[in-house]
């Protein structure tokens, strides 16, 4: 499974980006397919995550300002970024597992085996 994301850009503080992210495939049910980002210097980090029956889950620094998508027939996934902030600036990775969102893990880069190239976020004060 190939995964390509597309949406990324700049933006100043406040403003709002959509990202994209299709599976050259369909995914084997159950899966759980998100986004995560790494800013230069830091560790990679879990955004957002969805799961097969439309479970979702965010991380506590983006909760109420992303939600996240998906449109199975597409065997792709949304991140809808609003109100975005200069610690939001990062690369943009999606991630898919054939598995259910782990609840105990799900933020863990090594539970996801399919993984996109990035696409860059900058956001400017």
């Known amino acids: 499974v190939q995964l390509v994301e597309s949406g990324g850009g700049s933006v100043q503080a406040g403003g709002s980006l959509r990202l994209s992210c299709v599976a050259s495939k369909y995914t084997q049910r159950p899966y759980c397919m998100g986004w995560f980002r790494q800013a230069p210097g830091k560790e990679r980090e879990g955004v957002a995550v969805i799961s097969s029956d439309d479970s979702t889950t965010y991380a506590d620094s983006v909760q109420g300002r992303f939600t996240l998508s998906q449109d199975s027939a597409k065997n792709a996934v949304y991140l809808q970024m609003n109100d975005l902030k200069p610690e939001d600036t990062a690369m943009y990775y999606c991630?898919?597992?054939?598995?259910?969102?782990?609840?105990?893990?799900?933020?863990?880069?090594?539970?996801?085996?399919?993984w996109g190239q990035g696409t860059q976020v900058t956001v400017s004060s």
């Open positions: 991630a898919a597992a054939e598995m259910s969102c782990p609840s105990l893990t799900i933020w863990k880069s090594s539970e996801y085996e399919y």
